[in-house]
């Protein structure tokens, strides 16, 4: 990885200028492969509307996981994008292992029901959270206001709560990975025209750029951090007896214990695997979002808390926006981030990163090239550097209930506060554990 820009405020400066185009004098290869339908799929690189990157961090084997389908589910133009943030002794493994199969079953569950059209079980699978106070965080559209986006919305949230489901199971049965004390978060997306679909596990992230009235960038918070400080989640844990509290050391900081030991401390509360803690109120209930794109939407973000950790929503689009190129814009990002984690905490690891930048418009005739003009370059920074402040506002015509979620919550829906591990500690004799039977159970999950 080059090096990584200066600090905010002197994006105009000949040294940035220097510093950006060592950024992105190389591309990574993309690796394309075909899935379903005859889908192309990307764990690396680029492609016209796609940008992706990963970097290890000093913690060890990166956990971080990306991919995207282009011409999902044999349908041109539609998109799936995912992020897994792996976590434990075999994160890695499982997040790769969701990154593979979730997309797949995704799209498999969403021809069945064009093949077939909806069925009771698809009745039953929407409403099956739908009186659950997880379900009330999710975003919905008043049928009489925009039927179509409705029934768009209906069809995707069946298929995305059957799919995640299935594959927490299928992970529970596999004894090729132990998934026991190791998981991985989801942040995914699907975009189908200008309908975006969101489905969310965990601490990563998705956030939106788009252009207010007088062009100025605001960045959109598609997801909400599930964390134990959200009221709601913690509520849950407790009534499936298990235990939310920081430690001394990082009160700010509250973990998922069990109910009898303290152990493994997990810095979220939904995730794929990680099924010691399934019967202690972890969920691998995905929250599904719907928005209907605008013209002013530009692209959406998706990026483990290795980003989100050390910057902002606001920075992050305007980083997006300052690469010269749109297929390096996902390099350009893990940089800065990379950069901000040794400028602000010296004394930490810095977490793995990984990013995927999907761009909503075709890319200019000639995509810029490193021998920007100045003139150019001074002009992209000084849009950006007008921006005197974002307003998150609630995702499209679908209503946000971010009261019920949190009073307090931070300007960017979740603190950034988690510098430490996801997890602490592990069970007791955690080997000779069966976690099959930690599959999904009913009582857990509602």
């Not at 940008?51 to 060890?60: L, N, R």
């Not at 298929?159 to 026991?180: G, P, Q």
């Amino acid at each position: 990885m080059g090096a990584c820009c200066s600090k905010e405020g002197n994006h105009g400066s000949y040294r940035d200028r220097q510093i950006c185009e060592c950024e992105q004098g190389c591309e990574e290869e993309s690796q394309v492969m075909k899935g379903d339908c005859g889908a192309s799929i990307r764990i690396q690189g680029f492609s016209d509307y796609v940008s992706m990157a990963t970097q290890q961090g000093k913690k060890g084997i990166n956990q971080d996981a990306m991919t995207v389908w282009e011409d999902f589910t044999g349908e041109k133009g539609v998109y799936f994008c995912g992020v897994f943030d792996g976590h434990g002794p075999s994160g890695h493994k499982v997040a790769r292992r969701a990154r593979d199969q979730l997309p797949m079953k995704l799209s498999a569950a969403q021809k069945l029901l064009h093949t077939n059209g909806r069925s009771q079980s698809d009745v039953d699978a929407f409403y099956e959270y739908e009186d659950d106070e997880e379900a009330e965080s999710s975003d919905y559209v008043d049928a009489s206001e925009d039927f179509d986006a409705y029934s768009v919305f209906y069809s995707w949230k069946t298929n995305f709560m059957r799919s995640f489901k299935d594959v927490d199971k299928e992970l529970s049965l596999d004894a090729s990975i132990d998934s026991y004390c190791s998981g991985t978060t989801a942040v995914t997306i699907v975009k189908q025209g200008d309908n975006l679909i969101i489905g969310n596990l965990g601490d990563s992230r998705a956030v939106m750029c788009t252009i207010g009235e007088k062009q100025e960038v605001i960045p959109v918070q598609l997801t909400v951090d599930l964390k134990p400080s959200l009221p709601q989640e913690a509520e849950r844990v407790k009534r499936c007896n298990g235990r939310v509290f920081s430690l001394t050391e990082e009160p700010a900081v509250l973990r998922l214990w069990l109910p009898d030991e303290d152990c493994p401390g997990l810095a979220m509360t939904r995730a794929f695997g990680d099924f010691c803690l399934k019967d202690c109120g972890l969920i691998s209930i995905p929250q599904v979002f719907y928005r209907k794109l605008s013209p002013q939407d530009e692209f959406v973000v998706l990026a483990t808390d290795g980003v989100w950790d050390v910057l902002t929503n606001f920075e992050v689009v305007k980083i997006v926006l300052a690469a010269k190129k749109r297929s390096m814009a996902a390099k350009f990002l893990v940089a800065h981030a990379v950069r901000a984690w040794k400028s602000r905490f010296p004394s930490s690891k810095t977490d793995d990163i990984a990013v995927v930048c999907l761009f909503f418009k075709p890319p200019p005739p000639l995509e810029p090239s490193s021998d920007m003009s100045d003139n150019t370059w001074d002009s992209l920074s000084h849009l950006n550097s007008s921006v005197s402040q974002c307003t998150h506002k609630s995702a499209g015509s679908f209503k946000l209930k971010l009261e019920d979620l949190s009073e307090n919550m931070s300007e960017d829906w979740g603190e950034r506060e988690t510098l430490v591990d996801t997890t602490l500690n592990f069970p007791r004799n955690r080997k000779n554990r069966s976690k099959a039977k930690f599959g999904l159970r009913k009582s857990a999950e509602a």
